[in-house]
Nanobody, 123 residues
Framework: QVQLEESGGGLVQSGGSLNLSCVAS?????MGWFRQVPGKEREFVAG????????DYADSVKGRFTISRGDAQNTWYLQMHILQPEDTAVYYC???????????????????WGEGTQVTVSS
């Protein structure tokens, strides 16, 4: 059974930084991060394709967040800088083993999900 394990998150003041990590039990072709606040749909934050190394980001986090892959192909990270209160959410790592012509940015593009980790940014 494929499992994703997240770590990181927590409470930080506005303007601060946090790092998230995710480890999958098997190698993945697409790796990403999503976030969700109560009452809203889960939204794409950042994604990475293993074979090309290409990345994509939501407009709201461009220039502040960086997704990267670890030396182990089943590990990836999200570095978050200049955090704002509107970044407060539960963050989920997501992954998929399907090769796609483009990096997926929809929830349905990812089969495997972590349990989520809370990120809270105080003003």
């Amino acid at each position: 059974q494929v499992q994703l394990e997240e770590s990181g998150g927590g409470l930080v003041q506005s303007g601060g930084s946090l790092n998230l990590s995710c480890v999958a039990s098997v190698s993945m072709n697409a790796m990403g991060w999503f976030r969700q606040v109560p009452g809203k749909e889960r939204e794409f934050v950042a994604g990475l394709r293993r074979n090309t190394g290409s990345t994509d980001y939501a407009d709201s986090v461009k220039g502040r967040f960086t997704i990267s892959r670890g030396d182990a192909q089943n590990t990836w990270y999200l570095q978050m800088h200049i955090l704002q209160p509107e970044d407060t959410a539960v963050y989920y790592c997501a992954a998929d083993r399907t090769f796609r012509p483009r990096l997926g940015i929809k929830v349905s593009d990812y089969l495997y999900w972590g349990e989520g980790t809370q990120v809270t940014v105080s003003s």
